[in-house]
């Protein structure tokens, strides 16, 4: 039997995609402003990070307008909400040892 941090997706186990996924996993949406202020990293890493999530096809990202200021909100697709769900499966795994069989 192999040990489960082998079935780790690297994808989200990066701390920022992580912190990400974490907080996308507890709301519909989130404005990448409160993201950003909430996981404390730069716009420019969050974007970085939230293009990788993209790509991967773990978030989904709209853009509009409130009033006359442009805006973007993050929401996790129900791959990405899959995704972390077997992600911290398999960290639970690990951590309370019930991959010792």
């Given at each position: 039997m192999s040990h489960p941090r082998h079935a780790l997706d690297e994808i989200i186990h990066a701390p920022v995609r992580l912190s990400i996924m974490a907080m996308l996993a507890e709301a519909e949406t989130a404005e990448f402003g409160f993201l950003r202020d909430t996981i404390e990293v730069s716009d420019s890493l969050l974007s970085k990070h939230i293009t990788t999530l993209e790509k991967a096809g773990y978030v989904r990202v709209t853009k509009g307008f409130v009033g006359k200021r442009p805006r973007t909100w993050l929401a996790l697709t129900d791959e990405g909400r899959g995704a972390f769900r077997d992600?911290?499966?398999?960290?639970?795994q690990i951590t309370e040892g019930n991959h010792r069989t």
């Open positions: 992600y911290t499966s398999i960290l639970r």
